[in-house]
């Protein structure tokens, strides 16, 4: 193969990017797959329906770049968050991207960079640190409680500390799965002297009300960053979106990439926002497994982490590597997210959580 004895030490990477591992949530083929945070319940006919005909409509338009402002679809977007947060919200709120990833991207091109850094409180989504590295931002974690939530006073310390120009509050928080209140989010938004990105990936699933509340008070440092492939159920379509002040994303429109939504994707999630409610209808049934789930592990005897999402940090493993493995053997590929003697499973649809505590049980038996 041409290249083959060229290796990554013989690139002249960037500093900050030597001896950095890629994001790497295993893609394996097995009966049950409870590892990424997906819905699990996949489309229904309809909307597959509408999507093909809408993406069929649009495929006419091939030849021509999209709109560059996908100004259709965040005005479908905004109306959908309006009704969802009842804070009223217009196309100019809606930043639209490929995924909520290359939404908080486009955040670091335009408020980290050199000379800059981003705060996150960690554990909490490993990407946070990976795009911060990949725009050349430095990286401050602060820690959270022993019990993985957020420890107001000392969160709120740690940002007066370091002044960081950007700011990631998860909620609900990933691998964890617990909400922060307003109140709480008012006081680090109080302390921050940069943006602070609210990252509702999994916002639907949390009984907290979302950050959007709080954009008419905090204009000028507040950014809510949402997704459609968790509750939506469209992790493929990858379609991700923020809402802040119009002039956040007069910001965001120096760094984005022309035409970066393509015209398909666009048709693709307008078409399935048509079907919003029937979508979010699954959302009460994954909470309920969910709590299922939650009493369940606890009733074998592992510390389950309380979720306000659709997946369950949990624990007590004398060895978590060995312990994933052993789901894996067994067919179930759930997560090691390299917090000692947890692991996180996401909920599944009922007979997925079935296999998932049936072997939860046997490790219990041989294991905590
Ligand atoms: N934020 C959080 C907290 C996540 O867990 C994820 C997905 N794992 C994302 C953002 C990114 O999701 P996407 O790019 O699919 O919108």
């Given at each position: ?10 690139l002249p990477l960037r500093d900050n990017l030597r ?350």
């Open positions: 193969m041409p290249g083959q004895g060229v290796t990554l030490a013989d001896g950095k591992s890629p994001y790497g949530a295993p893609q394996l083929q097995v009966p049950v797959i409870l590892n990424t945070n997906e819905n699990p319940h996949p489309p229904s006919q309809a909307l597959i329906d509408d999507v093909a005909k809408a993406v069929a409509a649009a495929a006419e338009d091939l030849h021509r770049y999209p709109d560059r402002d996908a100004v259709a679809l965040r005005s479908d977007l905004a109306d959908y968050l309006s009704a969802a947060t009842g804070t009223p919200l217009s196309v100019d709120n809606i930043w639209a991207a490929n995924g909520s990833n290359e939404i908080l991207q486009q955040i670091l091109q335009a408020f980290g960079g050199p000379g800059r850094s981003a705060m996150g409180f960690v554990p909490s989504y490993s990407m946070h640190p990976i795009i911060s590295d990949g725009t050349q931002t430095r990286w401050v974690p602060a820690q959270r409680a022993d019990d993985f939530t957020l420890d107001v006073p000392r969160a709120v310390a740690a940002v007066a500390e370091h002044k960081p120009d950007v700011i990631f509050v998860t909620s609900p928080n990933n691998p964890t799965g617990g909400s922060i209140p307003l109140t709480d989010l008012r006081a680090i938004l109080d302390a921050a002297t940069g943006i602070v990105i609210v990252d509702e990936a999994y916002g639907e699933f949390s009984s907290q009300p979302s950050a959007v509340a709080l954009l008419d008070e905090y204009g000028s440092k507040l950014i809510v960053s949402r997704t459609m492939s968790k509750a939506f159920a469209f992790a493929g379509g990858r379609l991700g979106y923020l809402a802040a002040a119009p002039a956040m994303i007069e910001a965001l429109l120096l760094v984005r990439l022309p035409y970066h939504l393509s015209v398909l994707t666009q048709a693709a999630a307008r078409a399935a926002l048509q079907h919003s409610a029937e979508t979010l209808g699954n959302v009460a049934a994954i909470a309920a497994e969910r709590d299922r789930v939650a009493a369940a592990l606890a009733e074998l005897g592992y510390a389950v982490t309380p979720s306000d999402s659709n997946f369950i940090l949990f624990g007590g493993f004398a060895d978590a590597p060995a312990s994933w493995q052993r789901y894996l053997d067994r067919g179930v590929l759930i997560r090691d997210v390299g917090i000692p003697s947890f692991l996180r499973a996401t909920i599944g649809l009922p007979a997925e959580n079935d296999a998932f505590l049936k072997v939860s049980a046997e490790l219990a038996a041989a294991e905590p």
